[in-house]
């Protein structure tokens, strides 16, 4: 089943769409991002690939932020091992989940992938792409299921906290003040 979305982002002034294409051996995404940042504008293409678990297994970015690109290839098997160019990245062991910050749809993932119940929350150390600052790190992140489409959602990092509202399918619809869902 595929499913085409459409966000605005409105703290890095983007335009996104991402077509999800779901089937019974994983999750394949494809997303586009074009924005403007600090007076400089930016492209970028990511791919993700999941099991059926909605466990991480490869991601892809490629993006080019005013006359600098950035390029990232990244395989896992699914349980948080990583690899780039067939070099382990024992920084990221553990990390299950990838959250890129230009996209709401990163946050889908663990949505999906814990399947928490309502009030339950959860901490998971995450491998964090800062697609404009060109940069990856580990990152701890809190999920808690507030009811079905309400999850609050914490960067332990930085003491960031937001409300997100998905869809039936986990799917954002809003994270107030940073993506609006305009399609799908």
Not at 36 to 42: I, M, S
Not at 45 to 53: D, L, S
Not at 69 to 94: C, I, M, V, Y
Not at 169 to 175: E, K
Request: charged share 25%; net charge neutral.
């Amino acid at each position: 089943m595929q499913t085409t979305i459409s966000w605005a982002g409105q703290d890095y002034n983007s335009m996104e769409k991402c077509l999800l294409d779901a089937t019974a051996a994983g999750n394949e995404i494809n997303g586009v991002i074009n924005g403007v940042f600090e007076a400089r504008p930016y492209h970028v293409e990511y791919f993700i690939k999941t099991n059926p678990g909605w466990e991480t297994i490869a991601f892809e970015i490629k993006s080019r932020i005013a006359d600098k690109t950035f390029d990232l290839h990244f395989q896992s098997d699914g349980k948080g091992r990583w690899t780039t160019g067939n070099k382990p990245e024992e920084a990221f062991n553990g990390c299950i989940d990838i959250d890129i910050s230009l996209t709401a749809f990163t946050n889908t993932l663990p949505i999906k992938r814990l399947r928490l119940a309502k009030k339950e929350r959860r901490r998971i150390p995450v491998l964090y792409i800062d697609v404009l600052e060109q940069q990856t790190r580990r990152i701890d992140q809190l999920y808690t299921k507030l009811s079905d489409t309400v999850y609050k959602y914490e960067n332990v990092s930085n003491n960031f906290k937001s409300i997100i509202t998905v869809d039936d399918a986990g799917l954002v619809v809003a994270y107030p003040n940073h993506f609006l869902r305009t399609a799908g």
